[in-house]
């Protein structure tokens, strides 16, 4: 458990806001104290939120935490279960948006599969979605030094990971 402290200078935050941000990240929230601020120029709120995960955390969960909320308030990312990937699998916000990219891109193509059970594969695949963003990161290095070695390692692991890796003939 853990709380979320929000600190609002304005009009007061709407739950409806914040509740579905909070639920795609795949956190429970379990209870929330707001706090009007008195005697200040503009109306400023502190909204205090207690949080359960059920699962395991990465080590550094408050800061991929706090940078996806973040992202999704200003506008720089989407609400949505990719964010789950966040804290179930240790990936940054962006590293989410490239497989959310990716799933979208599948959808276009005809891919049966609906966005969510392509998220909750992920999510129920850490290992293999942890490969799948790095593959992405060694071939696409902005510094353009593309590793095929490790690409193909990376790729073996991925297919051995599925179950469907055999050695070539």
């Known amino acids: 458990e853990a709380r979320l402290k929000i600190f609002r200078v304005g009009t007061p935050l709407s739950l409806s806001e914040v509740l579905p941000m909070l639920s795609a990240m ?5 209870d929330e104290r707001p706090y009007g601020l008195e005697e200040l120029p503009r109306p400023s709120y502190i909204y205090d ?3 359960r995960y059920a699962g395991g955390l990465p080590l550094n969960a408050r800061d991929l935490f706090q940078d996806t909320i973040l992202a999704v308030w200003d506008g720089r990312n989407e609400s949505d279960g990719f964010n789950a990937l966040v804290l179930g699998v240790g990936l ?3 590293q989410a948006l490239l497989l959310r990219a990716y799933a979208r891109h599948m959808r276009q193509g005809g891919t049966p599969f609906a966005q969510d059970y392509i998220e909750d594969a992920l999510r ?4 293999i979605t942890r490969h ?3 593959l992405f990161e060694a071939r696409f290095d902005p510094d353009g030094r593309g590793d095929s070695a490790k690409e193909e390692l990376i790729q ?3 297919l051995s990971l ?3 890796y055999s050695k070539p003939s």
Do not use: H, S
């Not at 795949?26 to 379990?30: M, N």
């Not at 129920?124 to 290992?127: L, R």
């Open 156 to 158: 073996k692991r991925i």
């Open 49 to 51: 939120f207690g949080l």
């Open 92 to 94: 940054t916000w962006r």
């Open 26 to 30: 795949g956190v429970e929230v379990v």
């Open 124 to 127: 129920n695949n850490v290992d």
């Open 162 to 164: 599925a179950g469907r």
């Open 132 to 134: 799948l963003v790095a």
